[in-house]
């Protein structure tokens, strides 16, 4: 996609402020491909920026999709150069952005514009992540869902993370010892290390933009699986609901909070 073209770009359905001023990347060149925790970002020749969110089932295709899944093509964009010269914008159950914005001004993007440090980045130190995690009573799997602590970490990676860590997803973030903090600190780093070499996490909708599954659904030690034992102590993993996000962990490794069930 980048130093091509926008040639044509078709909104299938009206859909609101989420996939608001498309228009305006008619006949701009796409600059770069980057990313900022979930957001793909798009520089646009002449200031503009093309803002990209998968939601929960979103995808970004190159090829043309199945008859089957036609119906959910959101934004269709023909591209100068060779082929694939199309990309296609999926997303079933609308969560998602495709958006034209100013380069860099996301007030109507509140999630991007407060996004911790990337993960993988230098930026991300255990001081200021434990600094970080000293500003919130959340629930510290809330708080990592937030993307305010780092950026990047959704459903499964955090219950990954928090059973790698031994933490309870319903310890309060500022209530982690130093020594908790710095153990999720290389869980998160760990497991989004392995994710990406595996390409995300396929299990039902979820493709590259190659249209390949991610394969790290192989190496899931916590998420979705409560009801079968633990693969470090055996412990039948346990489910609850923090901030209304499904959570799997173990309740033997992940001991609760003084005052939690």
Not at 44 to 72: K, W
Not at 117 to 125: A, V, Y
Not at 127 to 142: E, I, N
Not at 233 to 260: D, F, H, I, N
């Amino acid at each position: 996609m980048q130093g091509r073209d926008i040639l044509e770009i078709d909104l299938l359905a009206p859909l609101g402020p989420k996939y608001a001023s498309l228009e305006l990347a008619l006949g701009r060149r796409i600059e770069a491909v980057e990313r900022r925790g979930k957001f793909l970002l798009m520089p646009l020749s002449g200031g503009l920026e093309l803002v990209a969110h998968l939601g929960m089932t979103g995808v970004l295709a190159q090829d043309a999709p199945s008859e089957r899944a036609a119906s959910h093509v959101r934004v269709r964009v023909g591209l100068s150069g060779g082929a694939p010269n199309v990309l296609y914008f999926l997303d079933p159950r609308r969560f998602g952005r495709f958006l034209v914005v100013k380069r860099g001004e996301y007030a109507g993007l509140p999630t991007l514009a407060a996004l911790g440090p990337e993960p993988l980045s230098d930026g991300f130190t255990v001081a200021a992540f434990q600094s970080a995690l000293q500003r919130s009573h959340m629930s510290v799997k809330s708080y990592l869902l937030s993307q305010r602590p780092v950026a990047g970490v959704g459903n499964i990676y955090a219950d990954e993370a928090l059973w790698r860590a031994a933490v309870h997803p319903l310890t309060p973030a500022s209530a982690l010892t130093p020594e908790q903090a710095t153990r999720l600190h290389h869980a998160v780093r760990e497991v989004l290390s392995a994710a990406v070499a595996s390409q995300g996490t396929t299990l039902s909708d979820y493709r590259t933009v190659l249209g390949k599954q991610g394969e790290y659904a192989r190496q899931l030690a916590a998420y979705g699986r409560a009801g079968q034992p633990c693969p470090r102590c055996g412990t039948t993993m346990q489910r609850l609901v923090v901030g209304q996000r499904g959570t799997s962990y173990c309740p033997t490794c992940q001991a609760a909070p003084k005052g939690k069930p």
